[in-house]
């Protein structure tokens, strides 16, 4: 598959990353190229544009981060707002589109709602991320001061949280302080490329369950 880039029509083949100068309105343009589509993913930062055409991994990896997620919420009786896919953009700024992010702490904020202002509402609590292909920065949620970001890449977790100003790799999460995250996501994984996703889901509930 040849890649087209044009403000008519964007495609790209899986695994594809292009970089490219651009401004503000040429991304909003390659953004309107792609109608109903989330992919190719677009992202804008300081003059520049990348584009990334994601494998089907990518996708399957965001899923079951996202799931585990809810499951250690849901085993909390805790609250969350979930969205993907979304757009995150500051005017003349930047523009990124996360693979997941949730609403935990700050869930209330953003209940109910069909839009989100990034200048006025509260930025997501977490943020994941799944990097198969070098697209993913994780100081692109700077901006946008997002405590916690989730960095998956070559099979491992990593766990960034927004220190001042810098994210910082630390070895627990702000929103599961008690919990082996990073076993968990490990044996989730494992499990998921053994025995399959539903399966290896299905056990950890269980888990969790056994647990309370």
Known sequence: MYAVISKEKTQLAPGTVVRMPGTWQDYHSLRESRSDRSIPRIKYRQGEILLMSPMPRHGREANILADIVKALLDSQNRNYEAFTPITMELPEEQG?????????????????????????????????????????AVEDYLAYRVPEVWLFRNKSLKIYQLQQDNYQLCSFSLYFPTIDLLEIVDRVFQQAAEQGTGVALRELRQNLEFRI
């Open 96 to 136: 990124i589109e996360p693979d997941y992010c949730f609403y935990i702490t700050h869930w209330q904020a953003v209940v109910g709602k069909e839009r989100i202002n990034w200048q006025v509402d509260p930025p997501p609590d977490l943020v994941i991320e799944i990097d198969v292909t070098s697209y993913t």
